[in-house]
């Protein structure tokens, strides 16, 4: 269904821009930066290892520790939104981003780094929260397609993190870091072309029920959210021992599934003119069925590789699109973006060692098998949810 059908016979007034463009600018090198830092510890685990005489658990502790930053920084951000600018807010972001990121490359002990860990997640989350929420809202009808291109970025960083440790080495982590602590203030000097607007609803958008309604929705994103995040963190892990299993050689495996992350930042691209055309939801399910379908492709052994590629394809655009649907869905309920991407965050935490866990009982071969069953589960709460929202939904 095309997105202009969703706005009926009432044309709504433009949104006001939130963003200058040097603004929206910086705004996407700051996903960059986001994507750099979060995808720095796994490679810096050797040099952690030497530096702090850890052993491989206590050395996942720093990714740990910024992940549950992350959601405390979403959670806390949001709840001081009201109260505080939007340049502000960002700008705080960047600075606890910072020194985090400075506090982790200088730490004389472990648990200093740790704690220099969580604190660059409170300024992580701060950041994820902060532009994702501002894009959904900040540039009317192209708010979709926006935040697709702001989350590709989050990707360019993801594989610009583990090029620049094996370009300075895993001993050298602590430069790394240092490089995305000096990137991160200097961010705070590009604050002054973000404005503040409301971000009501604009007039002749459905509105939902509320009560019991508004919370059954509400609880179908966060499930949304978090098998979509559980399967893109499912895929990433455990993609490279697959396909070892299945006959292909480390180098191959661990380059296919640097495949699967450049998909993923190539398909938010990729889906921008489309989001100018459909619906967020119709969008979704078209990615569920395609990400379910490709990884039962990859029951396959040969064709496994090109399936996980597909699947990093169709996980694209999930977590930007689905922003904006949630905001059409529930424009009364202020703080539901920022419960979804705090789930999101959990989901990414949870998943892995689950998984570990089905896989441990049923081996490695069973990974197609368990993360097409998640993202089944997807596919039905993205239907359900088409059902249940637009049937709460009337006239303003």
């Known amino acids: 269904m095309p997105e202009a059908a969703l706005a009926g016979d009432v044309a709504a007034p ?207 994103f966060l499930v949304l959210y978090i098998l979509n995040v559980a399967v893109e963190a499912g895929v990433g892990g455990w993609e490279p021992t697959h396909l070892e299993t299945v006959g292909y050689g480390v180098t191959f495996a661990a380059s296919a599934t640097s495949v699967y992350w450049l998909m993923m930042t190539v398909g938010r691209f990729l889906v921008v003119p489309i989001t100018l055309r459909y619906a967020p939801e119709v969008i979704l399910t078209v990615c569920a069925a395609g990400m379910t379908g490709c990884l039962l492709l990859a029951l396959i052994p040969g064709a496994a590789p090109y399936a996980y590629a597909g699947v990093g394809l169709f996980i694209a655009p999930v977590f930007p699109t689905g922003l904006p649907w949630l905001n059409r869905a529930l424009p009364g309920a202020e703080r539901a973006g920022a419960w979804v991407i705090a789930a999101s965050m959990v989901g990414g935490v949870a998943a892995p060692p689950l998984l570990g866990a089905g896989i441990e009982s049923s081996g490695i071969h069973a990974v197609p098998w368990l993360l097409a069953a998640l993202s089944a589960a997807s596919l039905a709460a993205t239907v359900w949810l088409k059902r249940t929202a637009t049937a709460g939904q009337a006239p303003a």
């Open 14 to 220: 433009p949104a006001p821009r939130l963003f200058t463009r040097p603004a929206t600018v910086a705004s996407c090198v700051a996903f960059v930066l986001i994507g750099m830092v979060q995808a720095l510890y796994g490679p810096s685990v050797p040099g952690l290892r030497d530096t702090y005489g850890l052993s491989p658990a206590g050395a996942g502790l720093g990714l740990s520790l910024h992940f549950t930053g992350g959601v405390a920084g979403v959670l806390a951000f949001n709840a001081i939104h009201s109260r505080i600018s939007n340049r502000a807010l960002l700008a705080a972001s960047y600075c606890l981003m910072a020194a985090g990121g400075a506090g982790f490359a200088l730490a004389p002990n472990w648990p200093l780094a740790l704690i220099a860990a969580f604190l660059g997640g409170l300024g992580f989350g701060g950041i994820d929260y902060g532009l994702n929420q501002l894009f959904a809202v900040g540039f009317g009808a192209r708010s979709t397609a926006m935040l697709n291109i702001l989350n590709a970025h989050f990707g360019i960083g993801a594989v610009l993190g583990p090029a620049l440790v094996a370009w300075l080495g895993p001993g050298d982590y602590a430069m790394a870091f240092g490089v995305c602590a000096s990137l991160s203030a200097a961010l705070i000097l590009c604050t002054g072309g973000v404005r503040d607007a409301a971000s009501q609803p604009p007039t002749g958008q459905p509105r939902p029920a509320q009560g019991t309604l508004v919370s059954r929705v509400l609880v179908g």
